[in-house]
């Protein structure tokens, strides 16, 4: 299948020498439609410079050229995102992959696709290969409804394997040039992202995609999966954002949905409810879901959903916690009280959350307690020797 939207590669690395050429290798064992595809290994200078350009020139890319441009001095990871981004004019449109990424087999011809369904669309701010199965936002696992198709809709940072074309790029920097600082408190936000501060692009991304009202397409089964080495930006490596990789032994047609028809998410990884969508009688549209509990407003909305029992509200309707996705217990009316409707004041009411036991149990998929002490020391064990460590 011949495709009009080729996307550049450009693989982003500093020193993790052998981080970056096993991404190289997942890249150069991938299928591709095309023998003209082009790879840029962007690198900041470091002492492990030349040692990565011999390795991964020790493999051979069949499919187009193989570039490399080293910045001397460094940029730092915001300023090389921001160019390696701004090369998708150079070259129509970019896959951008850090080190610490594998991608799978199929990664580039679900990219093609995928831009070339959606290379148009006004609503759409890029491509994402990964596909999140825990919020790092809630810490809580993250399962997204599907409808039968392949790609779903989701506000949430994608900094790892996006997708831009020159147009979406030149949009979002667009805006970009007109907030360069976001020192301000941004309550349509997760505080998590507060925490990036304003040398991370990934927090000006996000703030550009909610307020925009942008989203990506993201996979339900994801072509690339992230180690989290220890680096320059991760302190302490994890597997907590591994996630199942798409390994079809041939490739395949991927099936899209329109607009209109995807199941969306948003920033905080709440369901966003259709013209469809009737809780209790009421149009879901007027309904804030705070399923996650860090949603830090009702966001002007009539009615919340949240499992936090909050005084002073009239309490409309109750359900369970059991089904999955979570929205689900509140969709098909699940009979309980774990997570509450309730009717709010029409100004703008600041939410607070606590830990909440029902929730966690949820979370735990059946560890029995011996299993959940057993964890809970060790992780005590490694934040101590992780303390140790910094000082």
Not at 7 to 20: E, F, L, M, N, Q
Not at 148 to 163: K, M, N, R, V
Not at 229 to 240: L, Y
Request: hydrophobic share 35%; proline share 3%; with cysteine.
């Amino acid at each position: 299948m011949e495709y009009s939207i080729l996307p550049a590669i450009v693989i982003v690395g500093y020193k993790r020498t052998d981080s970056i050429f096993r991404l190289y290798q997942s890249i150069v064992n991938a299928r591709y439609p095309s023998e003209d595809i082009h790879i840029v290994v962007s690198l900041d200078q470091s002492e492990n410079t030349d040692e990565i350009i011999d390795r991964i020139q020790s493999l051979d890319w069949k499919h187009g050229d193989l570039e490399f441009r080293v910045n001397n001095p460094g940029l730092g990871l915001k300023e090389h995102i921001l160019q390696c981004g701004s090369y998708s004019s150079e070259y129509g449109a970019v896959i951008i992959l850090e080190d610490d990424l594998l991608v799978s087999p199929n990664y580039y011809v679900y990219a093609c696709e995928a831009l070339n369904k959606y290379a148009d669309s006004d609503d759409i701010a890029g491509i994402s290969l990964y596909s999140h199965s825990w919020s790092g936002y809630s810490q809580s696992h993250f399962i997204p409804q599907n409808n039968g198709f392949d790609t779903y809709f989701g506000q949430f940072s994608i900094t790892w394997g996006p997708c831009w074309t020159a147009k979406q790029w030149s949009c979002f920097i667009k805006w970009y040039d007109e907030h360069t600082l976001l020192s301000e408190e941004n309550l349509d936000l997760p505080r998590k992202i507060d925490s990036w501060g304003d040398n991370s692009w990934g927090r000006y991304f996000a703030k550009y995609i909610v307020s925009e009202g942008k989203y990506y397409v993201i996979p339900y089964v994801s072509h690339l999966t992230n180690f989290s080495e220890t680096g320059e930006h991760c302190k302490q490596s994890n597997a907590v954002f591994q996630v199942q990789l798409e390994n079809f032994i041939e490739s395949k047609n991927y099936v899209f949905p329109d607009f209109k028809q995807g199941i969306k998410y948003d920033m905080f990884f709440e369901r966003v409810p259709d013209e469809s969508m009737c809780i209790a009688g009421i149009d879901g549209r007027e309904i804030c879901f705070d399923l996650n509990g860090i949603r830090r407003t009702n966001m002007g909305k009539k009615y919340v959903l949240t499992m936090e029992k909050l005084k002073g509200f009239k309490t409309l309707c109750s359900y369970g916690i059991l089904m999955r996705p979570i929205e689900n217990n509140v969709i098909y009316g699940c009979p309980g009280n774990d997570i509450f409707l309730y009717e709010l004041p029409e100004e703008k009411v600041f939410l607070s959350h606590k830990r909440n036991l029902h929730r966690a149990v949820y979370e735990m998929y059946g560890a029995d307690w011996r299993t959940t002490l057993s964890y809970t020391i060790i992780r005590i064990i490694q934040l101590i020797n992780y303390v140790i460590r910094e000082r």
